[in-house]
């Protein structure tokens, strides 16, 4: 089980910071996924990292506004939200797959993740 917290009513043009730590495991030997699902879509991949931190990838939604990482000492994944916009409106979900490497042409795939949080929502609104 994973715990997403952060999450918030933000104004256009504002930062958030995500956080993402298991309750009951080490994320070391995990890569990691950013999901976001809006009311009446579908769950987006939009971010993810590799276990050494080697690899991340972006959703061209998000890319240049977000960046992900990680603290493994602090058992934790951020993302790092900017000039949030209110198409960002949505849970924010984490999940972790048993692979330490994101795959460039899957990682948005929510099929291939194994552990998920409950989600943290984020309104963009004025």
């Known amino acids: 089980q994973l715990v997403e917290s952060g999450g918030g009513l933000v104004q256009p043009g504002g930062s958030l910071r995500l956080s993402c730590a298991p309750s009951?495991?080490?994320?070391?030997?995990?890569?990691i996924g950013w999901f976001r699902q809006a009311p009446g879509k579908e769950r987006e991949g939009i971010s993810c990292i590799s276990a050494s931190e080697s690899n991340t990838y972006y959703a061209d939604s998000v890319k240049g506004r977000f960046t992900i990482s990680r603290d493994n000492a602090k058992n934790t994944v951020y993302l790092q939200m900017n000039s949030l916009k209110p198409e960002d409106t949505a849970t924010y979900y984490c999940?972790?797959?048993?692979?330490?490497?994101?795959?460039?042409?899957?990682?948005?795939?929510?099929?291939?993740?194994?552990?998920w949080g409950q989600g943290t929502q984020v309104t963009v609104s004025s």
């Open positions: 999940a972790a797959q048993i692979e330490p490497q994101c795959s460039s042409s899957g990682y948005y795939s929510p099929g291939l993740y194994s552990y």
């Open positions: 009951r495991f080490t994320l070391y030997y995990y890569s």
